[in-house]
């Protein structure tokens, strides 16, 4: 049985050292514009989305690591074909306030940053400060449920 096991765990350090030599494309594309935006807005953006969602990825040292790198990698291009601020300009005036609607829906549902995103990143965890922030930018009212829960807290 040992030797079985032996051999099993050399297949296994041979398939994973093999697939560190399948190709990734974890790139960082040329920036061809930037949100032009409040500096408190874009800090709040820059700090929680733009790993995602925008051409300044900060690529972690896991992120060039197979497979782990391949699910990240893939990540990253849906994030940014589905939304990316490094390309906000060329959306109207129109899009753009369609986009920060959207950027609001999924950040009211808890659904944006990713949790999983999270658990590694609690520095893009947004606080209520951040929220608050975010919606006023989006041109959302705040609920009156909002304000009533908002006003048992303190």
Same mark, same amino acid.
Request: one cysteine or more; glycine letters at 4%; aromatic letters at 10%.
């Given at each position: ?75 990253? @291009?849906? %994030?940014?074909? /589905?939304?990316?601020?490094? &390309?906000? !300009? ?45 919606? @006023?930018? %989006?041109?959302? /009212?705040?609920?009156?449920? &909002?304000? !009533? ?6």
């Amino acid at each position: 049985m040992n030797k079985n096991l032996r051999n099993a765990a050399i297949v296994f350090a041979i398939v994973v050292v093999g697939i560190q030599f399948v190709s990734i494309r974890a790139t960082n594309p040329n920036s061809t514009g930037e949100i032009a935006t409040e500096p408190e807005i874009a800090a709040i953006l820059e700090r929680s989305c733009y790993d995602c969602h925008s051409n300044e990825t900060d690529w972690p040292w896991y992120g060039h690591v197979a497979p782990v790198s391949w699910w990240i990698v893939h990540h990253v @291009d849906e %994030a940014r074909e /589905e939304m990316n601020f490094s &390309e906000w !300009d060329k959306f109207t005036e129109l899009q753009q306030q369609s986009l920060r609607r959207q950027i609001w829906r999924q950040v009211e549902g808890g659904h944006m940053p990713l949790p999983d995103y999270l658990r590694l990143h609690k520095e893009a965890k947004l606080s209520e400060t951040d929220k608050d922030i975010l919606r @006023d930018w %989006a041109g959302v /009212e705040e609920t009156s449920e &909002e304000h !009533d829960h908002g006003a048992h807290e303190h």
